[in-house]
Each structure stands twice: as structure tokens, then as C-alpha cells.
């Protein structure tokens, strides 16, 4: 049975009233958020390194600038989204040490290698297109300011997938050994893309909660779904093979039947056995220990304005 502020909380979600950060909200609804949020901004930080590690060797100056412009911007996203979750009354040093520990995640797919330049497009193309089909639901999100964010956020998302594609469409289109590469690269990230929606519906422990609370307002699967759906059409026309044979059109479901990732990679990925899970919390941890000395800094130089201030 409800309380009444259970009730009055659930009204607010049913009739799509935003929740702000100093409205009564369930315990759980917090908790949810923060952890949701907390990741998302973890992602968004975690996923500069993969594309980070292309900046000194893009092939052209321009590719140099746009890729350099794009992992900018998931530095900038990282910050909205750890905004958003401060909102609840976590500390980014908070989140920041859970991450370290292990007791946070980051999306799988940025366990995986970039081993060569056909991925920074496909990653772009494919990870970046995953990204926005979840973003794009999640600005109608219930919490307010995660939803603001996401407005945010997908104004630049788009710039970040076209990109990626025009990269790979120029490879798919160019010499033979290009083309080749642009196929590898779809082959081995196509599944890792997938995984990015999450375990389906039935194996989602959080989804019919979130649902509830319209935190999530599509389903893992509904998402994963649309973005086979968007991705297929684009495969086909820079004719490159499918990565998947199991792709087929279902004319009564107006949608492609597809085969499932490997549930048994992915939580395997998501237990810190992918093939960069070890890297990625080493480059991690070295950057904030690196960095100790800018915040250090900015917070005494920031005390000395406040304290002139009180004076
Ligand atoms: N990678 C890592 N962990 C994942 C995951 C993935 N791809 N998919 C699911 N999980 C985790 C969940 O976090 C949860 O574990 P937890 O309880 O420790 O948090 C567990 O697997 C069960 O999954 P559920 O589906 O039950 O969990 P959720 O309801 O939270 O759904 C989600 C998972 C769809 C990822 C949802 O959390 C979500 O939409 N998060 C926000 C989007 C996000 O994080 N995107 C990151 C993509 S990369 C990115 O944005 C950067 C881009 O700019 C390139």
C-alpha cells in the first residue's frame, strides 16, 4: 500500500511532471538515479580513451580536429551527467572512488580495442549511433536534470556519428585493403555495439522499476532493436557484408529478426574480463592521480577568492 507521498510521487511521474532535485523521492528512486547517472558519466570519460588513442595518429589533419573536437565534447558530457548525479547528494569523489574500486560500471563497450583507424569510424558510426538511439529516449526521462542533460548532450551526439560514418564510408568505398579493414572493424564491433542496451528484458534485473518510474521509457530491447533496425540499411549501402547472417527482414514484424550478442561475453566483460577492462582502470586511475595537483590548485586558489570575499 502507497503512503501518501508514494502516491503524490508516482502521480507526478504518471502525468510526466519533471522531478527536481528538492522534491520528495523514494530512497530507491535516488539510488537508482545515482547509479545510473554515475555510470553514464563514467562512460562518457572512459569512452575518450579508446578514440583518444587515435588523436596522434589520425591520418590527416582534419581527421586529427574532428577526432580531437569529439573526445573534448565526451569530457564535457562526463561533467554535465556528474552534475546531474551531485544533484542527488553524491560527491564526484564519490563516484570517482566506487569506479576505482570496481563498485561502479562503464559501458562494456569500452573494454573493447581500437586497433586501427577503421575503428575510430565504426566506433563513431556504430558506438556513438547506439548512444544517441539511448540518449534520444533518455531525455524524457522523470528526473529533471538528467533529462536536461540529455537535451544537451544529443545536440552534439549526431555531429559525433556522422562523422564516425563519413570515415568508414570512405574506407568502405576506397581501395580494397580500405574496404577490408571497414569490414573488419563492423565485424568486431557489431556485438559489442549490441551489448550496449543491456541484457534483454527477461535478464534485466533493473528495467520493470526503472520503467515504472520512467527512468528507462523504452525497454533494452526496444532500443536495441531500433538501432538494427536504423544500422541494416546503412551496412547495405556502403556494401559491406552483414556481420550477422542471422539478419533477415520479418515482413510481420516490420522489423530485422537478429541474433542475440553472447550473454556469456558480455557478463564475462562486465566481471573485468574483456580485453582492455585492465587498461582502461589503469589509464584511468593514473589520469586522476596526474591530475591531483589541478585540483589541488584550482580548490586553494578558489578558497583564497572566497575567503578574500568573506574579509
Ligand atoms: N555495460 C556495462 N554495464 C551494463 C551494460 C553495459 N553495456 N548494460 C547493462 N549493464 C549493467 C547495469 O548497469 C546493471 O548493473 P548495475 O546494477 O551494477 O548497475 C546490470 O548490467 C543489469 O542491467 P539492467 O538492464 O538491469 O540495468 P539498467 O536498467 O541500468 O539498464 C542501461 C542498463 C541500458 C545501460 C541503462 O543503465 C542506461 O540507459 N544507462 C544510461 C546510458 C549509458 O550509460 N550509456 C553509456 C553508453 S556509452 C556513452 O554514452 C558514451 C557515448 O558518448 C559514446
Request: net charge negative; glycine share 6%.
Amino acid at each position: 500500500e502507497m503512503t501518501d507521498q508514494e502516491r503524490e510521487f508516482q502521480d507526478k511521474i504518471d502525468n510526466d511532471i519533471k522531478i527536481e532535485p528538492r522534491d520528495w523521492m523514494p530512497e530507491d528512486y535516488r539510488k537508482t538515479l545515482i547509479r545510473q547517472i554515475g555510470q553514464h558519466a563514467h562512460s562518457e570519460v572512459v569512452g575518450q580513451l579508446p578514440e583518444g588513442n587515435w588523436i596522434t595518429r589520425a591520418p590527416t589533419l582534419e581527421r586529427k580536429a574532428i577526432l580531437l573536437a569529439k573526445v573534448q565534447d565526451e569530457a564535457g558530457h562526463g561533467l554535465y551527467l556528474y552534475s546531474a548525479a551531485e544533484t542527488l547528494g553524491v560527491t564526484r569523489d564519490d563516484l570517482v572512488e566506487r569506479l576505482h574500486e570496481g563498485r561502479m560500471k562503464y559501458s562494456s563497450i569500452f573494454n573493447y580495442p581500437t586497433l586501427n583507424w577503421a575503428d575510430i569510424g565504426a566506433v563513431g558510426w556504430l558506438v556513438d549511433g547506439a548512444a544517441i538511439i539511448n540518449q534520444v529516449a533518455l531525455q524524457r526521462t522523470s528526473y529533471g536534470p538528467y533529462s536536461r542533460a540529455m537535451v544537451r548532450i544529443c545536440k552534439e551526439e549526431s555531429f559525433h556519428a556522422r562523422q564516425g560514418y563519413h570515415a568508414i564510408m570512405k574506407m568502405a568505398f576506397g581501395t580494397p585493403a580500405q574496404k577490408k579493414m571497414a569490414q573488419d572493424a563492423l565485424n568486431r564491433l557489431w556485438f559489442p555495439s549490441l551489448m550496449m542496451f543491456g541484457p534483454s528484458d527477461k535478464d534485466s534485473v533493473h528495467s520493470e522499476q526503472s520503467m515504472a518510474w520512467k527512468i528507462k521509457v523504452k525497454t533494452n530491447d526496444e532500443l536495441r532493436q531500433q538501432f538494427v533496425d536504423q544500422t541494416v540499411p546503412q551496412i547495405e549501402y556502403l556494401g559491406l557484408d552483414l556481420p550477422d547472417p542471422g539478419i533477415t527482414w520479418n515482413e510481420e514484424r516490420e522489423h530485422y529478426d537478429f541474433t542475440d550478442p553472447d550473454w556469456n561475453e558480455f557478463f564475462d566483460v562486465l566481471k573485468g574480463n574483456g580485453p582492455c577492462n585492465t587498461d582502461r582502470m589503469r589509464d584511468r586511475k593514473a589520469a586522476w592521480d596526474d591530475g591531483q595537483w589541478v585540483r589541488d590548485g584550482l580548490l586553494a586558489h578558489a578558497r583564497k577568492k572566497a575567503a578574500a570575499r568573506v574579509a
